[in-house]
Nanobody, 123 residues
Framework: VQLQASGGGLVQPGGSLRLSCAASGFTLEEYALAWFRQVPGKEREAVSCISATDGSTSYGDAVKGRFTISRDSVKNTLYLQMNALKPEDTAVYYC?????????????????WGQGTQVTVSS
């Protein structure tokens, strides 16, 4: 099981980015999936998750209404569309997967992790 995150970069406040997480070695839609983020000195924070059972999603309060999680079964890829970005969204973003089909917003739930991609929101 491998996850490869990409799509990070530097963006101005109010801008948009789409993160991708390519999966290999497993069928992504059969796993619970999530995005987390972390800044130096702080705990890794759950951003969003999506369940394998019915595709239901959850979002952290800080990103609700601005970020959208989705997956593409053909490309075996997880996405995070980030709109109306704020400087406080600056972090390293990680994708994660769990063989448990229901997704929850807890770091310990996820066994498989991507390497992280840096997102910087600054003018």
């Amino acid at each position: 099981v491998q996850l490869q995150a990409s799509g990070g970069g530097l963006v101005q406040p109010g801008g948009s980015l789409r993160l991708s997480c390519a999966a290999s070695g497993f069928t992504l839609e059969e796993y619970a999936l999530a995005w987390f983020r972390q800044v130096p000195g702080k705990e890794r924070e759950a951003v969003s998750c999506i369940s394998a059972t019915d595709g239901s999603t959850s979002y952290g309060d800080a990103v609700k209404g601005r970020f959208t999680i989705s997956r593409d079964s053909v490309k075996n890829t997880l996405y995070l569309q980030m709109n109306a970005l704020k400087p406080e969204d600056t972090a390293v973003y990680y994708c994660a997967a769990s063989a448990a089909r229901i997704a929850i917003m807890e770091r310990a739930w996820y066994k498989y992790w991507g390497q992280g991609t840096q997102v910087t929101v600054s003018s």
